[in-house]
């Protein structure tokens, strides 16, 4: 049986209840939403794919071959630390090319199983892709000549960097120095604003004031320097040099390469921040309450934590005067006097374990990579004394 309603009926049903809302075509909100969620992730994934393809771009522009490394060696030892850093360098993927000065004396022509020195120069050459570069080493007094296993250049040779300014055939160059750990790749410093030079500064060095409410700022250290080369700038910082050298009032501070570079570039450089560009292993071996000079805000404000700090690094310096470089073994009483102090007991704290680790694991790869044993421990009272630390 079925029912049938007919007009009339209808219209009496409307007038006694009123008529029916009409049913929306549109969309509700969330529905609306739901329908966009596609739309969106669209877009959002088509504005990813326009990054990457425009970074891709930039990367692809980048001509690698008109910027360069630098490194320096004054003598067999740091030729080693040189070509420690070139490994590091190759591990980290590093783009750009790499020079190496080195001595004009030498030559990469093995004379005997004992010739150490020309076997790394070949390798630096043929293992490691980089350039020699043959130089005359510069010392406080002119040229000077290069030392040996046996005997160690003076640190007056640390002038020599200054040659990178000689390269003339970069864009670009980035020096290091070769007393270092090399922890992450610095490429992108290459792509730094136009500047002359760019150094972070001394953070460690303690400094007077220039008045009771103005400190003076921290020198700049040489120990990373992104540079243009000018045959310019390095005949005036030579020049500069020759005429401290025979100025009757010239103070014996003023001989080494940061004095110089500071001399020139000290309210003009383009300053890198210290945190994370130039960690000294000295850092771990202050106090947990005085860390802000690197931090480079109070102590108060921030707390030290050894493993980060060490984990943001881009490279550690290896500075704990009195305590010879990592090439030469520890003096039992002298690691006893300079290793970080643990506080927590059980000798196992981070800043221990991350200092010891890093003298260690330099000897372990100077032994590997140059097949060179470590320079004996020293005895530790003579060593003080003759270092002016007695």
């Known amino acids: ?83 420690l850093v070139l490994d590091s360098m190759r591990r980290l993927g590093t783009k750009a090319n790499a020079v190496l000065l080195y001595p004009q004396q030498w030559d990469t022509t093995v004379h005997s199983k004992m010739d150490r020195t020309s076997q790394l120069l070949a390798m630096a050459r043929d293992t490691y892709k980089a ?109 500069t040099l020759t005429s401290w050298r025979i100025d009757s009032n010239f103070t014996s501070g003023k001989k080494y390469d940061m004095d110089l570079l500071n001399y020139r570039f000290g309210s003009s450089a383009l300053v890198l921040p210290q945190r994370p560009y130039a960690l000294l292993t000295a850092e771990f071996r ?19 934590d050894a493993q980060k700090a060490f984990d943001e690094a881009y490279l550690v310096h290896f500075s704990d005067w009195p305590l010879p470089k990592p090439w030469t073994m520890w003096p039992p009483e002298g690691l006893a006097e300079i290793q970080p102090n643990c506080t927590g007991g059980g000798g196992a704290c981070a800043e221990r374990r991350i200092w010891k680790g890093l003298y260690e694991d330099f000897r372990k790869k100077r032994k590997e990579v140059c097949k060179i044993l470590s320079v004996p421990a020293p005895q530790w009272s003579k060593w003080k004394e003759e270092h002016g630390a007695g």
Request: charged share 20%; aromatic share 10%.
């Open 286 to 304: 202050r106090p947990a309450h005085d860390h802000s000079t690197y931090l480079g805000v109070p102590d108060a404000l921030v707390h030290w």
């Open 131 to 239: 350039q020699l570069y043959p130089i005359q080493l510069l010392g406080e007094n002119g040229v000077t000549e290069p030392g040996t296993l046996n005997s160690e250049s003076g640190w007056d040779t640390s002038i020599t960097k200054l040659l990178a300014f000689d390269l003339i055939f970069y864009d670009r160059v980035i020096h290091l120095d070769s007393d270092i750990t090399l922890l992450k790749n610095l490429d992108h410093l290459f792509l730094l604003p136009k500047t002359p030079i760019a150094m972070p500064r001394a953070y460690w060095s303690d400094v007077s004031s220039k008045s009771d409410d103005q400190a003076q700022p921290w020198p700049l250290t040489s120990l990373l320097m992104v540079l243009e080369p000018s045959r310019t700038e390095l005949r005036y910082m030579l020049e």
């Open 1 to 83: 049986m079925s029912f049938d309603i007919d007009d009339e009926d209808r219209e009496h049903h409307y007038r006694q209840y009123g008529r029916p809302r009409k049913q929306s075509t549109l969309p509700s909100l969330a529905s609306l939403r739901r329908s966009r969620i596609p739309y969106y992730a669209l877009i959002a994934c088509g504005l990813f794919a326009l990054i990457y393809l425009l970074s891709g771009r930039q990367e692809s522009t980048v001509d690698w071959k008109r910027f360069a490394y630098s490194l320096y060696a004054t003598d067999s030892h740091s030729l080693c630390n040189a070509i």
